[in-house]
């Protein structure tokens, strides 16, 4: 669940947006609080009646801002997607059955067409290449480096949200250089799917629960 999250907050940035109306409330809250304020700080002596006032003034003028901000539309927006410094790929292990191969390409092709931003799919079974499709690198096998390895001795999916920041980027040699996220879902403890993407924090929850389906559905299909 740890390394789902890694780069989970890189490249992000948050713009708050106001409306016309929120706008003349925060004016107006602020104003009446630096007033009131003011007001407190520099009479020296207050009757009880203009305290209560004031505070009470001071309350609304905080519920005016809060309520302001409450309904804010907070956007995560995350950089621009990328153009992937890759090469187009169709090859399945030829050695395979003709069902499996099929099974292979139809899930590297759903993959690509419905998880979000995804590019490149790459399936690796025992340090054999049984799948590139999509956009690739310029290394035609898939080497498994130490990020894949541990994902598939721990048996749980890593989502690596923001590949470029990390040391460890250098094993994707299979995935074009500027591959920009990676989902690597295990198969097994010696096999995996790689989804590479052209945006930063590109996959959903659901883009992630469908790569485990689908990697149980690859399971079926290494193991045979």
Request: charged share 20%; hydrophobic share 45%; glycine share 8%.
């Given at each position: 669940?740890?390394?789902?999250?890694?780069?989970?907050?890189?490249?992000?940035r948050c713009e708050v947006k106001i409306s016309g109306n929120d706008q003349f409330l925060v004016a107006a809250g602020s104003?009446?609080?630096?007033?009131?304020?003011?007001?407190?700080?520099?009479?020296?002596?207050?009757?009880?009646?203009?305290?209560?006032?004031?505070?009470?003034?001071?309350?609304?003028?905080?519920?005016?801002?809060?309520?302001?901000?409450?309904?804010?539309?907070?956007?995560?927006?995350?950089k621009e997607s990328v153009r992937l410094a890759g090469v187009e790929q169709d090859e399945v292990d030829s050695q395979l059955?003709?069902?499996?191969?099929?099974?292979?390409?139809?899930?590297?092709?759903?993959?690509?067409?419905?998880?979000?931003?995804?590019?490149?799919?790459?399936?690796?079974?025992?340090?054999?290449?049984?799948?590139?499709?999509?956009?690739?690198?310029?290394?035609?096998?898939?080497?498994?480096?130490?990020?894949?390895?541990?994902?598939?001795?721990?048996?749980?999916?890593?989502?690596?949200?923001?590949?470029?920041?990390?040391?460890?980027?250098?094993?994707?040699?299979?995935?074009?250089?500027?591959?920009?996220?990676?989902?690597?879902?295990?198969?097994?403890?010696?096999?995996?799917?790689?989804?590479?993407?052209?945006?930063?924090?590109?996959?959903?929850?659901?883009?992630?629960?469908?790569?485990?389906?689908?990697?149980?559905?690859?399971e079926q299909v290494v193991e045979a």
């Amino acid at each position: 669940a740890d390394r789902a999250r890694q780069g989970g907050l890189a490249g992000l940035r948050c713009e708050v947006k106001i409306s016309g109306n929120d706008q003349f409330l925060v004016a107006a809250g602020s104003l009446s609080l630096a007033v009131l304020m003011t007001n407190r700080l520099l009479t020296e002596e207050l009757a009880a009646a203009q305290s209560r006032v004031d505070l009470l003034g001071i309350a609304v003028s905080a519920v005016m801002l809060l309520t302001v901000f409450a309904r804010a539309d907070i956007q995560a927006r995350e950089k621009e997607s990328v153009r992937l410094a890759g090469v187009e790929q169709d090859e399945v292990d030829s050695q395979l059955p003709e069902a499996s191969q099929k099974t292979l390409r139809w899930a590297g092709q759903m993959l690509i067409r419905v998880a979000a931003g995804a590019k490149g799919v790459a399936v690796v079974h025992r340090g054999k290449t049984l799948l590139r499709q999509g956009i690739m690198g310029r290394a035609q096998q898939v080497e498994v480096g130490p990020i894949v390895e541990r994902a598939c001795r721990d048996g749980s999916q890593a989502y690596l949200a923001d590949l470029q920041i990390l040391p460890g980027k250098r094993e994707f040699t299979y995935l074009p250089e500027n591959t920009q996220a990676v989902i690597i879902q295990p198969i097994g403890e010696a096999s995996a799917i790689i989804v590479g993407a052209d945006k930063i924090r590109a996959f959903t929850a659901l883009d992630l629960q469908m790569t485990t389906a689908v990697g149980r559905l690859l399971e079926q299909v290494v193991e045979a």
